[in-house]
């Protein structure tokens, strides 16, 4: 790692804590006065839909497939987390490694779940794995409808609230964190590759189904935890919470942000899941508001509105700083070869 | 060097390759003729594994590559260029290359300078995203994408193919001047005239048989070539 890199991480990271600490000093002095509490509420709800949303970016945006059931891996880490957490709660664990614990047991299967659900659906080309996700959400909702362990049905309740907003704030970082350095890496970029052009790819040696799979199984891990955070916070769920439309609605939120940047999903994923809520009282026309947002972008940017464009605080200090230095000397040598440079890194 | 024996491959029920058999010694370009549909470019597919053969065999430099992973093929130093353009149109050349060394990372940066001093029109063009790049740059690039392999041997699929006159004279001049550096070159073309001028030996392959193979310099005089595939 060179002393410009880690200075790059040192200062997101400051950034991040920064964002925090306003939010939080403001949720603990009442700074939204009676709504704090549901402020709170819908950062939470904000923090693992980035989870959920970003994960589903790995397989759209930067794999450029296409997933139909999404919300099958969330619901597969959502369950297996809470029964993890029943199963283990009294045993002496403190509350945040338990919410931990079980996080990652439903992440776990969920990843699972993505390896035998890519095996089959991945090594053929075409679209194949929107028909198969959507499957197996299908599949997955009937089962947990009929397992007496998840509810039979009926509403899992009495799951511990584990899922606190700070808590979810930071495995939220953790996860994007973890996916923006999956996406940068030699990994990431061969997976780019495979998108770009299957056959360059093959004939570069490179094992494209193994990568397809592995980087499903790498989403599908990230749903299940995102669905793990969820199920602690909600603490009652039932099947049908993650049907069709929960795929959809996390789809719309990839699209609408930018398949392909992550900070869309997040900007995406924030704003979608807060902006029903800031306007509950019009909650009925949430799926009519979606498709005319949707429609929009599509309209006016194809790509998403963030494209594949990524956020760098270093990048951004950097341009002020140096505008206030260069204003009257522009360098010639900033041109757009600049941005490429840094594509890599 | 390469040795294929009755390699039969066929998609459902059509046979498109029906029994051939061909070799490249080391050292050699061959050249390998045949019409649209032939089967040239399922040959060249299936000696890197990314058809399935029904029968015969492939043996490259004592392996055989029935047996052998598609991704392991490269790591033997065979390098294939498909047909058609294929680059990554959203990385730079630089990138593009360096995807080239993928089986391979070792000394990337000292092959990367070699093939920028082959190419120099790669090396100006380094920062800029290939998709940008004319159609006789992008063929470059995908011919020093193999060569980032540090190949023994190169499988080359129509490189000529949509190229204007003068590109075409350069990328041949630039496979035989590859070949002078010791890689073998087995090359597919319909541009019969110029693929014999530069070959050793050829083969003419048509609807999934070989039907005439020989010495480079003769099939430019045989008849049934002349008729065929020379135009004349
Ligand atoms: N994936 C495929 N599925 C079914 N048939 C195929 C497939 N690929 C090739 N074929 C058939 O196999 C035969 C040989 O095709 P191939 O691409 O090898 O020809 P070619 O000699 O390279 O032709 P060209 O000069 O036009 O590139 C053709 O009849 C073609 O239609
Ligand atoms: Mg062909």
Same mark, same amino acid.
């Given at each position: 790692?060179?002393?410009?890199?880690?200075w790059?991480?040192?200062?997101?990271?400051?950034?991040?804590?920064?964002?925090?600490?306003?939010?939080s000093?403001?949720?603990?002095?009442n700074?939204?006065?009676d709504?704090?509490?549901?402020?709170?509420?819908?950062? $939470?709800?904000?923090?693992?839909?980035?989870?959920?949303?970003?994960?589903?970016?790995?397989?759209?945006?930067?794999?450029?497939e296409?997933?139909l059931?999404?919300a099958?891996?969330?619901s597969?880490g959502?369950?297996?987390?809470?029964?993890?957490?029943?199963a283990l709660?009294?045993?002496?664990l403190?509350?945040?490694?338990?919410?931990?614990?079980?996080?990652?047991?439903g992440?776990?299967?969920?990843?699972i779940a993505?390896?035998?659900?890519?095996?089959?659906?991945?090594?053929?080309?075409g679209?194949?794995?929107?028909?198969?996700?959507?499957?197996?959400?299908?599949?997955?909702?009937?089962?947990?409808?009929? &397992?007496?362990?998840?509810?039979?049905?009926?509403?899992?309740s009495?799951?511990?609230r584990l899922?606190?907003?700070g808590?979810?704030?930071?495995?939220?970082?953790?996860?994007?964190?973890?996916?923006?350095?999956?996406?940068?890496s030699?990994?990431?970029r061969?997976?780019?590759?495979i998108?770009?052009d299957?056959i360059?790819?093959?004939?570069?040696?490179?094992n494209?189904?193994?990568y397809?799979?592995?980087?499903?199984a790498?989403?599908?891990?990230?749903?299940?935890?995102?669905?793990?955070?969820?199920?602690?916070?909600?603490?009652?769920?039932?099947?049908?919470?993650?049907?069709?439309?929960?795929?959809?609605e996390?789809l719309?939120?990839?699209?609408?942000?930018?398949t392909g940047?992550?900070?869309?999903?997040?900007i995406?994923?924030?704003?979608?899941?807060?902006?029903?809520?800031?306007?509950?009282?019009?909650?009925?026309?949430?799926?009519?508001?979606?498709?005319?947002?949707l429609?929009l972008?599509?309209?006016?940017?194809?790509?998403?509105?963030?494209?594949?464009?990524e956020?760098s &605080? $270093?990048?951004l200090?950097?341009?002020?700083?140096?505008?206030?230095?260069?204003?009257? $000397?522009?360098?010639?040598t900033?041109?757009?070869?600049?941005p &490429?440079?840094q594509?890599?890194? | 060097?390469l040795?294929?024996?009755?390699?039969?491959?066929?998609?459902?029920?059509?046979?498109?390759l029906?029994?051939?058999?061909?070799?490249?010694?080391?050292?050699?370009?061959v050249?390998l003729?045949?019409?649209n549909?032939?089967?040239?470019?399922?040959?060249?597919?299936?000696?890197?594994?990314?058809?399935?053969?029904?029968?015969?065999?492939?043996?490259?430099d004592?392996?055989?590559?029935?047996?052998?992973?598609?991704?392991?093929?490269?790591?033997?130093?065979l390098?294939?260029?498909p047909?058609?353009r294929?680059i990554?149109?959203?990385m730079?050349?630089?990138?593009?290359?360096?995807?080239?060394?993928?089986?391979?990372?070792?000394?990337?940066a000292?092959?990367?300078?070699?093939?920028?001093?082959?190419?120099?029109?790669?090396r100006?063009?380094?920062r800029?995203?290939?998709g940008?790049?004319?159609g006789?740059?992008?063929?470059?690039?995908a011919?020093g994408?193999?060569?980032?392999?540090?190949?023994k041997?190169i &499988?080359?699929?129509?490189?000529?193919?949509?190229?204007?006159?003068?590109?075409?004279?350069?990328?041949?001049?630039i496979i035989?001047?590859?070949?002078?550096?010791?890689?073998t070159?087995?090359?597919?073309?319909?541009?019969?005239?110029?693929?014999?001028?530069?070959?050793?030996?050829?083969?003419?392959?048509?609807?999934?048989?070989?039907?005439?193979?020989?010495?480079a310099?003769?099939l430019?005089?045989?008849?049934?070539?002349?008729?065929?595939y020379?135009?004349?």
């Amino acid at each position: 790692m060179t002393k410009a890199i880690k200075w790059s991480y040192l200062l997101n990271l400051v950034g991040v804590a920064a964002v925090f600490a306003i939010l939080s000093a403001l949720f603990a002095f009442n700074g939204f006065g009676d709504s704090t509490t549901y402020v709170e509420g819908v950062c $939470t709800t904000a923090c693992y839909t980035i989870i959920m949303v970003a994960s589903l970016n790995l397989v759209v945006g930067f794999m450029g497939e296409f997933s139909l059931g999404h919300a099958g891996f969330v619901s597969v880490g959502a369950y297996v987390s809470a029964i993890t957490s029943s199963a283990l709660a009294g045993k002496g664990l403190s509350d945040l490694a338990l919410l931990l614990v079980a996080v990652l047991a439903g992440g776990i299967a969920a990843g699972i779940a993505g390896v035998l659900v890519g095996i089959p659906a991945l090594r053929l080309r075409g679209d194949y794995l929107a028909i198969v996700t959507m499957a197996f959400a299908e599949i997955i909702r009937v089962v947990f409808c009929n &397992l007496e362990i998840t509810g039979g049905g009926r509403t899992m309740s009495g799951i511990l609230r584990l899922s606190s907003f700070g808590r979810t704030f930071w495995i939220m970082v953790v996860c994007v964190t973890v996916m923006f350095l999956f996406v940068r890496s030699r990994f990431g970029r061969t997976v780019q590759a495979i998108r770009e052009d299957y056959i360059a790819a093959e004939a570069a040696g490179i094992n494209v189904t193994f990568y397809k799979v592995l980087t499903f199984a790498v989403s599908s891990f990230f749903a299940g935890i995102g669905g793990g955070v969820y199920a602690h916070y909600m603490t009652a769920m039932i099947p049908t919470n993650f049907d069709f439309n929960y795929s959809a609605e996390l789809l719309s939120e990839v699209i609408i942000g930018g398949t392909g940047s992550l900070t869309g999903s997040i900007i995406g994923a924030a704003f979608l899941s807060a902006l029903p809520e800031l306007m509950r009282q019009f909650s009925k026309y949430r799926m009519l508001a979606y498709s005319v947002v949707l429609v929009l972008v599509m309209l006016f940017r194809p790509g998403g509105i963030f494209g594949r464009w990524e956020f760098s &605080l $270093t990048r951004l200090l950097h341009k002020l700083t140096r505008r206030k230095e260069n204003a009257a $000397t522009a360098d010639p040598t900033d041109g757009p070869a600049a941005p &490429l440079a840094q594509k890599g890194e | 060097m390469l040795e294929v024996k009755d390699l039969k491959v066929n998609y459902g029920a059509v046979q498109a390759l029906d029994g051939i058999s061909l070799t490249v010694k080391d050292g050699e370009i061959v050249s390998l003729i045949g019409a649209n549909g032939a089967g040239k470019t399922t040959t060249l597919r299936t000696i890197t594994g990314l058809e399935k053969a029904s029968a015969g065999s492939i043996i490259f430099d004592g392996h055989d590559l029935r047996t052998t992973e598609p991704c392991k093929i490269v790591n033997l130093k065979l390098a294939h260029v498909p047909e058609g353009r294929h680059i990554f149109p959203e990385m730079t050349v630089e990138e593009n290359l360096e995807m080239g060394a993928y089986a391979d990372p070792s000394d990337t940066a000292g092959t990367m300078a070699k093939i920028y001093e082959r190419f120099p029109r790669l090396r100006e063009r380094r920062r800029q995203l290939a998709g940008t790049l004319s159609g006789g740059e992008q063929q470059m690039l995908a011919v020093g994408r193999a060569l980032m392999s540090r190949p023994k041997m190169i &499988l080359m699929d129509e490189p000529s193919m949509g190229l204007s006159p003068l590109l075409v004279q350069e990328i041949f001049d630039i496979i035989q001047e590859v070949n002078r550096q010791g890689i073998t070159i087995l090359l597919v073309e319909q541009n019969a005239q110029m693929a014999l001028s530069i070959s050793h030996r050829a083969y003419v392959l048509e609807t999934g048989h070989i039907t005439i193979e020989g010495d480079a310099k003769a099939l430019l005089k045989d008849e049934r070539v002349k008729k065929a595939y020379l135009g004349q």
